[in-house]
């Protein structure tokens, strides 16, 4: 932040009314990042070179936010037109406003786990959510960014499935929960369709036993799974989960192909010549 010469202001609520008096004290120049609830989580002010972050937000989750909010301030493409609409009133075109927010994510991303760096730490170790969740305190992200990178950058054939939380009854399946999120990396992507998954998780899904059952189970341990690939081959694969409040990660890594079961005829009563 000190880099990119930007003041951070950590000690506000940004609900309504500090918004409404924000933007008109700095006409349109503000770029904002929003959680899925539209709760907004930070701002980018271009004029003063301001990031406002609101002091609400999870302990884990401000680093990636600030470098958000950093990536609109830094990127020159973006830090100029932020400029330009304050000085001229206008705002930003809303397909524009989109692709400048997903570029500020990238942004984030690259910054946090800095760049080429975590793949490097990340792929020494055991394959897992210890390792995942270790590098997660290492780089200063949280549980659900790392996973998310881990399995991205990883050159094996894996996958994070996250889950909604709650698991509700099913009269035909015993039970279900919704998918909300499949992350592939590409060595998985060129074997396994991951839209296969579906969006829901049941008792005979594929992935139904890696469900944690129970208010008291949070973790699943390391459990074989049968894959179908995209040649309709079976294949080993192991996969364990972790249960947050908030969320059900489910990480799933190929092991090996399974050995088609040959079939061997019955040879009694034949006699050898």
Do not use: W
């Amino acid at each position: 932040m000190e880099a990119a010469k930007l003041t951070v202001v950590d000690d506000q609520i940004l609900n309504e009314s500090f918004l409404k008096r924000f933007i008109v004290s700095a006409k349109a120049s503000v770029a904002t990042i929003k959680s899925a609830l539209s709760k907004v989580l930070g701002l980018f002010e271009a004029n003063d070179r301001l990031v406002v972050i609101d002091k609400d937000i999870p302990l884990p989750r401000i680093p990636f936010v600030k470098l958000h909010e950093a990536g609109h301030g830094t990127m020159p493409h973006q830090s100029k037109v932020y400029s330009l609409i304050h000085d001229c009133e206008k705002t930003l075109d809303p397909d524009i406003h989109d692709l400048f927010e997903r570029e500020a994510n990238v942004f984030a991303s690259e910054a946090l786990f800095q760049g080429d760096v975590f793949a490097q730490h990340a792929h020494d170790s055991e394959f897992g959510f210890k390792a995942a969740m270790a590098l997660a305190k290492q780089f200063g992200g949280s549980n659900y960014a790392t996973f998310r990178r881990y399995i991205k950058t990883n050159p094996s054939a894996c996958c994070l499935v996250v889950l909604e939380p709650g698991i509700f009854p099913d009269p035909v399946n015993s039970f279900r929960v919704e998918i909300r999120r499949i992350v592939v990396s590409t060595t998985f992507h060129r074997m396994y369709d991951g839209e296969a998954f579906g969006n829901t998780i049941f008792s005979g899904h594929a992935l139904g036993r890696l469900v944690p059952r129970g208010a008291k189970q949070r973790m699943v341990p390391p459990s074989t799974v049968t894959l179908v690939d995209r040649n309709g081959d079976r294949r080993e694969c192991v996969g364990q989960a972790f249960k947050t409040p908030h969320q059900t990660f489910i990480l799933v890594r190929d092991e090996r192909p399974i050995a088609p079961q040959i079939a061997v005829p019955n040879l009694v009563g034949i006699r050898r010549p």
